[in-house]
């Protein structure tokens, strides 16, 4: 049996039902709209493994209005979520994120640092001195320089978020379904029908990518060509006895990253692109702990010498393997196929923009609040990728 809705988006994440919530809860939609995800608990899901962070520090201008609008959306959620009279509760801590920089590196940090003020981001360059002053605990030995998030960064819990998104969704009328997609039908310049694990079929008007860590999977099955793929990353949870006040989410210049979660830490590594396969497990792997992390925080911040490794999970990235920034908007050969993928560890905070855009795009054929015309598909054929320089 074929049941036809008007909009099918294939992924029922962050992202997904962000485009779902934006699309149920605007007066211009009158269609049916259905939500394919394969885990309902989302146990699995790259959303609720994530580190739920927000941040305006980015090289790339469309990242940074597009997490600044998932800022405002955070710390603005009832105007956005409620749903009879019943708000989610993200927690949102506002601690800031610190990029520090060696002397090779602070050249970059201070391009980053020009583009992100010019786009209205709230966050200052300290040299080691200044550094040295507000964080007591840090060793600044070998900084050059710091870019410090002033407001508007810090983390919340991504769970909540996805929880709200589904609520107004579905308050808007919005179907999930509990399934996998498995075939897409094709013809020509068209996807006619979405077929499901358990045979059911979905005739849609139009459809979205919005699979996270599996789009280049799901686009595969209408013969495209998606650059993403699922890389996994790990998050080690630490104890530590001795007073860090104050710390904010720390980038070290190696990459590796610390933030407080409650009377704990959390901490990790992106690993070396060689070191990066295509991989869908959740396989713990505490090598990078023990020869890159834990070494590197001891040395930044003394005090983690002596901590105590609680616990770890692991989780997924959608990684775009061409320049690590999001693939948004329709797909250039397949009229009715809008994608929203690859975002590389920022889907989280970008998924009030990205549901947004695509919902207007949908709705109007173009984009009316943020133009996010940059992350378009095409880039690729065209030989002009984006390249994000600030992944975590």
Request: aromatic fraction near 10%.
């Amino acid at each position: 049996m074929t049941e036809h809705f008007d909009v099918v988006i294939v992924g029922g994440g962050a992202i997904g039902s962000s485009i779902a919530a934006f699309l149920s809860a605007s007066p211009d939609f009158r269609g049916r709209l259905a939500v394919v995800e394969r885990d309902p608990t989302y146990e699995r899901a790259a959303t609720t493994r994530s580190a739920g962070g927000v941040r305006q520090q980015f090289s790339t201008p469309g990242n940074i209005e597009m997490s600044k609008f998932g800022a405002h959306y955070v710390k603005n959620v009832a105007h956005y979520l409620a749903v009879d009279g019943e708000v989610p509760q993200l927690g949102f801590r506002e601690g800031g994120y610190l990029f520090l920089a060696s002397h090779s590196g602070r050249g970059v940090l201070e391009a980053n640092h020009a583009t992100q003020r010019a786009h209205g981001a709230d966050n200052a360059l300290l040299e080691p001195q200044a550094l040295a002053a507000r964080f007591s605990w840090l060793n600044t030995e070998k900084i050059a320089l710091g870019s410090l998030g002033l407001s508007n960064e810090g983390w919340f819990d991504p769970y909540a978020l996805l929880q709200g998104f589904k609520r107004k969704a579905r308050a808007g009328g919005a179907v999930y379904i509990t399934d996998t997609a498995v075939g897409l039908a094709r013809s020509g310049r068209r996807i006619e029908e979405v077929t499901l694990a358990s045979g059911a079929k979905l005739a849609c008007g139009r459809i979205v990518n919005a699979a996270g860590p599996q789009a280049g999977a799901l686009a595969a099955l209408a013969g495209i060509e998606v650059p993403v793929r699922p890389r996994k990353r790990f998050v080690y949870v630490i104890d530590c006895r001795t007073p860090v006040e104050g710390c904010p989410l720390l980038i070290d210049p190696s990459g590796v990253w610390v933030r407080p979660e409650g009377t704990q830490f959390i901490c990790g590594v992106s690993p070396e692109e060689s070191e990066d396969p295509d991989c869908e497990d959740l396989e713990l792997d505490y090598r990078l702990w023990e020869e890159v992390v834990w070494p590197t925080l001891a040395e930044r911040i003394p005090a983690f010498a002596a901590v105590k490794l609680v616990s770890a999970w692991a989780g997924h990235y959608d990684y775009n393997t061409v320049d690590q920034n999001a693939i948004l908007g329709r797909h250039p050969e397949v009229d009715n196929l809008y994608l929203a993928n690859g975002f590389s560890g920022h889907g989280i905070q970008q998924s009030p923009a990205a549901g947004r855009a695509i919902a207007e795009l949908i709705l109007y054929g173009e984009y009316r609040s943020l133009d996010l015309s940059a992350f378009t598909y095409a880039r690729f054929a065209a030989g002009t990728p984006l390249y994000e320089l600030n992944v975590v």
